[in-house]
């Protein structure tokens, strides 16, 4: 299992993670449309550690079940303020720094598996993978 991790302090950190996911989405043959859906996950996350809890780490892991597929994680994890209500925070249009809101609704609808868990004042772990499946 191939695995990098990245500081994610500034904007300049979140091009590189998000680099490195589209090289390994495009070396494990992703379809365009999935590897801008990788792309978004990425986007998405590195943002929130930045803006919500002052940075962070994540973490992009190439996955394999089997001979014939092939999936990247992305987990992104913090020692923020935590989420206190997570089924608020997963609701389309809710947002506590203005913006659409749909950064965590949408990485949930773009992605295959998607789990999210949080404490307040301790930190938030946000795993998503999108699964890709080889043909013969």
């Known amino acids: 299992m191939e695995s990098t991790t990245f500081r994610i302090q500034r904007e300049a950190d979140v091009y590189v993670a998000l680099s490195s996911g589209r090289?390994?989405?495009t070396e494990l043959q992703f379809?365009?449309?999935d590897r801008t859906?990788?792309?978004?996950c990425i986007l998405e996350l590195a943002h929130n550690l930045i803006r919500h809890?002052?940075?962070g780490e994540m973490t992009i892991t190439v996955l394999r079940r089997d001979d014939q597929t092939a999936g990247i994680a992305i987990e992104a994890r913090?020692?923020?303020p935590g989420i206190p209500d997570i089924e608020l925070a997963l609701q389309d249009g809710y947002s506590t720094t203005h913006s659409l809101g749909a950064g965590l609704p949408g990485v949930r609808r773009l992605m295959?598996?998607?789990?999210?868990q949080s404490t307040p004042g301790?930190?938030?772990t946000v795993r998503a993978v999108k699964w890709r499946t080889t043909r013969r």
Do not use: M
């Open 23 to 25: 090289r390994l989405a």
């Open 31 to 33: 379809s365009e449309t």
């Open 37 to 40: 859906r990788i792309e978004i």
């Open 53 to 55: 809890a002052g940075g």
């Open 78 to 80: 913090d020692n923020g």
């Open 112 to 116: 295959d598996d998607f789990h999210i």
């Open 122 to 124: 301790l930190g938030t």
